[in-house]
């Protein structure tokens, strides 16, 4: 089968939405209006027609043989700025010492915090059910092919990306950090607090208390998934810390869910990817699995194998097909695999 990486289209509207549907991620629902609405943003992103704080890009895989959307990953550019601040809490430890007792505690405390100047976030993985556990790893090629993007038009991202990764749940879809703290601040359930605070924020800094927030005074079912992750999530947790993001000692204020992040420079197929020229060579040897990207406006991202020699590259010649590239074309090319790079 084949598939390639591209930016959504409104062609795709139907089709995301029924993906959509199989889950239930809050930055995209399953809902048409909503999807609609992110698919004309992310149209005018990509033509570079959005301020930073604006634009969101959202990227495909299509079976180009089914004619078929089967994942999608998103990108916001920048997730905090002076309208929509990016809240979180940071974990912080705390010493006590009573001279009196000769006894003293380490106290792990959560303080509230407000970024005006926000990272960019990456969020909105998605692959098909059915199309999960191929060897094509699609889930794996959506989420890395966003950072040959971002290493294309680095002036369009921000230094930072963070990613927010899910926790565990009930089998409800609660959160038992939410039913411990937010709930009895707001008075909001889990899920209408956690949708409104998509737009608002202001709710949140008026009524989350402004002091540290001492977490031996919670209840232990909020204690024991703080700053977890959720099982579904895990194979996502594990593909980010391989290309070098780590827990930032930071949870969503809702669900208590890990804050990942990394400097964008650092994310490792932002750092090995590079820039060749398409070149035939007549030993070719196919040996290099590879994410290759277009570089002009139409962006398109397929997994193929090269032959890499100094600033040249040699690309078998379906995946040069599937991209339509020629010969003395300009490719963006990373590797697909980093477990034996190091972070």
Known sequence: MSFI?????????????????QFNLLNLPGDKKV??????????????????????YLFVV???????????????????????PHSFFKILKKDHFSEDLGIGFIHQV???????????????????????????KLGKQISLSRFLYMALHPDRFEKRVLCELTPPLTDEGRSEFWEALGRRFT????????????????????????????????DSKARLVLGRVGEATKPAQHLLENIGFKYLDEVDPFDGGPHYGANTTDILPIKYGKRLKVAEFNDAAYKEQALIATTGEDFKVSLGSADVRGNEVAIAPKTRQLLEIEIGDEVFMAPFNYSNRGN
Do not use: M
């Open 35 to 56: 999807i609609g609405e992110k698919i004309d943003r992310s149209e005018l992103s990509f033509a570079g027609k959005l301020p930073k704080h604006k634009a969101e």
């Open 187 to 218: 008075g909001l359930p889990y899920q209408e607090a956690d949708l409104l605070s998509q737009s608002h924020k202001e709710f949140i800094e008026s009524l989350f208390p402004p002091d540290d927030i001492y977490l031996c005074l919670l």
């Open 110 to 136: 959560l303080r509230f915090q407000l970024d005006w100047d926000g990272p960019t976030e990456i969020g909105g993985l998605l692959v098909d059910k059915s199309y999960r556990r191929r060897p094509e």
């Open 5 to 21: 990486i591209r930016p959504v289209k409104y062609d795709d509207l139907t089709q995301l939405v029924d993906l959509a549907k």
């Open 62 to 84: 299509e079976d180009i043989e089914e004619k078929q959307v089967v994942g999608s990953s998103l990108v916001i550019a920048k997730h905090g700025d002076d309208n929509v």
